[in-house]
């Protein structure tokens, strides 16, 4: 099975005209020009010590909207997480994306974003390609596509789901307010002694994997697969919400229950079939480390700074969690809080 290539004309009109031509990674067919712009995205763009460079964006990105809860919550009305979320997400990929000028700090760590460590890499030669306009315009909208809507909503279910399950929540506050001590915000060498935070992070992407159908397939051979033929130029849809929920490999499989992966090694980096919210294979998620930093702050600080209620009279019993259909997975009803 090769990466889906969309031959089909009636497939990528509108891919076409909304990225120039399937020149993203998400839409390029397989070949050259994809292995490169894909290269480019995980060796340099989002790579470990990228990833930890933008740490001081996602600080003060959180920070902002801290403030901005304790404001509402003086007043005493209620905040839509929903909208609130979007916005911190948005925030960060911008900056690190396209709005953060080139300096160093005082530690002397380099503050460049991605379009500028783009243009240098094109000016050094250390490309093995020559990036048109167009490239680099289609490779910095991935980012904004895939990288937005991804964290927020990871972040959203997951405080969805601690408030349906306040033992949870209790558990995981007692947690992060034990390993930060009396500091006004996380730190991000907080977040590794957290194994109750990464638990919870993991069986919410368990339960609500954003792009339940990953990405399309496509076989470039007929290929047998658990005793099914599938013949060549097949477009192939992996279902990881229903291998996710499969009573086969998961018990109680509908149940939130962190706890089942604590000792567990089971990890979402793409080596346990059973458990794939960030794909697997070649097309699998390049932004898996940048989205992993920011939930993980994101949940963390929320958790810490404050105890959360639900408002408009929603309870952890009748508390709405439909997922309405569609290729990404979010919440139908908007989550609206109050905090304490
Ligand atoms: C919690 C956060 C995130 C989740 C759960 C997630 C999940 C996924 C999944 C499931 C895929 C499809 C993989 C496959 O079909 O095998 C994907 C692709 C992709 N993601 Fe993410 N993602 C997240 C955050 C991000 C971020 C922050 C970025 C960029 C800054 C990003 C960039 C991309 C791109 C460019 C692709 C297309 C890859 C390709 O076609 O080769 N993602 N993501």
Redo the contacts with the bound molecule.
Sequence with gaps: MTLFSPTDQRKRTAADILLYGCKD??FAPHGEYWKQI?KI?VVEL?NHQRVQSFQFVREEEVEVVIDKIRNVCLKGESINLTETLALVSNNI?SRCVLSQKSEEDDDGNNKKDIISIIFQLQKDGMLDMDLTQDNIKVILL??FL??ID??AS?VEWTMAELLKHPTAMKKLQEEVRNVVGNKATVEMEDINKMSCLKCVFKET?RLH???PL??PRHTSATVKVGGYGIPSNTTVLINAWAIQREPKWWEKPEEFIPERFENNPINFIGEDFQFI?????R?????LQ??VA??EYMIANLVYCFDWKLADGATADNLDMTEPYGKAVYRKSPLHVLVL
């Excluded at 097309?283 to 932004?287: K, M, T």
């Design positions: 990674l998400g894909k995205s989002l990929i991935d980012m895939a990288g991804s964290s990871t992407l994997p954003v792009a990953l990405l919210p960030f794909g697997v294979g097309r699998s998620c390049p932004g940048f989205g920011s939930v």
